[in-house]
C-alpha cells in the first residue's frame, strides 16, 4: 500500500510564503512524475507544478514566479515553496504521484494524498 501525506498548510497573510511537503511511502519501486494540485471551495481540482523523475518542470501560469517545486528522490518526497502569497491562492493543496509499487509490474499508479488546507488572509 501506498500513502501519500502532505503537511505545511495554515493560515498566512497576503504576500507570506509556505512550504508544503509530501512524503511518499510504502510499497514503492519508482516514482515518476510527482505534482501539486489544489481545489478552491466550488472549484473543480487544478494543476498548480509538476517535475518528472529526471527533474523537468512545468508550472500552471499563474504561479509562475511565485511558486517552487522541487523533489528529493532519496526521500521520496516533494516540495511546494510558495511566496508571494495572495487571497486566490486559498485552497485545499494535494500532493499526486505516479508510482510503480513493484519491480514486477510494467505498469504505475496514480496516487493523491488527502490535502493540506492553505488559507491567506488579506
Known amino acids: 500500500q501506498v500513502q501519500l501525506v502532505e503537511s505545511g498548510g495554515g493560515l498566512v497573510q497576503a504576500g507570506g510564503s509556505l512550504r508544503l511537503s509530501c512524503v511518499a511511502s510504502?510499497?514503492?519501486?519508482?516514482?515518476?512524475?510527482m505534482a501539486w494540485y489544489r481545489q478552491a471551495p466550488g472549484k473543480q481540482r487544478e494543476s498548480v507544478a509538476t517535475?518528472?523523475?529526471?527533474?523537468?518542470?512545468n508550472y500552471v501560469d499563474f504561479v509562475k514566479g511565485r511558486f517552487t517545486i522541487s523533489r528529493d528522490n532519496a526521500k521520496n518526497t516533494v516540495y511546494l515553496q510558495m511566496n508571494s502569497l495572495k487571497p486566490e491562492d486559498t485552497a485545499v493543496y494535494y500532493c499526486?504521484?505516479?508510482?510503480?509499487?513493484?519491480?514486477?509490474?510494467?505498469?504505475?499508479?496514480?496516487?493523491w494524498g488527502q490535502g493540506t488546507q492553505v488559507t491567506v488572509s488579506s
Open positions: 499526486n504521484a505516479i508510482i510503480r509499487v513493484a519491480r514486477t509490474t510494467d505498469y504505475a499508479q496514480n496516487f
Open positions: 510504502g510499497s514503492i519501486f519508482s516514482i515518476n512524475a
Open positions: 517535475i518528472g523523475a529526471g527533474g523537468s518542470i
